[in-house]
């Protein structure tokens, strides 16, 4: 299985903050890679896929980046909606998800 | 629109089966392929393959072949998924989620998920 490593964990911003995960795979995805949002009690939403293209629906203030084994999903300017927990997901192969990310309220 | 509707909630004892089922509108459902995701509480996501509704075909992760079975009924466009020999490690919400596009691994809808709780 490819392992799927999401940095940090959990994060502390306000509204308006520029927040940056990390997700590194055990071995090269080229621009396989998904993002997910999951709001508590809900299904995961699909923000990005290919590494950068914006799912139909998605502001635009998510930017995804990266290839081979490191990415990186920014949130430009952080809204009251945004706070949840973030999942990287690769998909060259069977896919497997990163740990998560909770990105919190300050 | 795209709408995955799950069936209800299951309480199964160590050792049963269950069967959560996922009725799909709004799109082709022969179109794209159907994954089966699941969540244990608090924990992550963990894929447990997929079923082509077009012709049946079926791919499971290693993990569960041999206790996972994914099947279709075109019919009534609902998607499958039974998994056997249940454990308390079983417990967690099951979603069914379609492919982006065919092949892709991408997964672009959702069920609001089927929470299976495995209980002696």
């Known amino acids: 299985d490819i392992q799927m490593t999401q940095s940090p964990s959990s994060v502390s911003a306000s509204v308006g903050d520029r927040v940056t995960i990390t997700c590194r795979a055990s071995?090269?995805?080229?621009?396989?890679l998904a993002w997910y949002q999951q709001e508590p009690g809900k299904a995961p939403k699909l923000l990005i896929y290919?590494?950068?293209t914006l799912q139909s629906g998605v502001p635009s203030r998510f930017i995804g980046s990266g290839s081979a084994t490191d990415f990186t999903l920014t949130i430009s300017s952080l809204q009251p909606e945004d706070f949840a927990t973030y999942y990287c997901?690769?998909?060259?192969?069977?896919?497997?998800f990163g740990g998560g990310t909770k990105v919190e309220i300050k | 629109q795209v709408q995955l509707v799950q069936s209800g909630a299951e309480m199964k004892k160590p050792g049963a089966s269950v069967r959560v089922s996922c009725k799909a509108s709004?799109?082709?459902?022969?179109?794209?392929?159907m994954h089966w995701v699941r969540q244990a509480p608090g924990l992550g996501l963990e894929w447990l393959g997929w079923v082509n509704p077009n012709n049946g075909g079926t791919t499971y992760a290693p993990h569960f072949r041999g206790r996972v079975t994914m099947t279709r009924d075109t019919s009534i466009s609902t998607a499958y998924m039974e998994l056997t020999r249940l454990t308390t490690d079983d417990t967690a919400v099951y979603y069914c989620a379609r492919d982006l596009r065919s092949g892709t691994y991408y997964f672009d809808s959702w069920g609001p998920g089927t929470l299976v709780t495995v209980s002696s």
């Open positions: 997901q690769q998909a060259n192969g069977f896919p497997t």
């Open positions: 071995q090269g995805l080229s621009s396989w």
């Open positions: 290919a590494a950068s």
């Open positions: 709004g799109y082709n459902f022969t179109a794209y392929q």
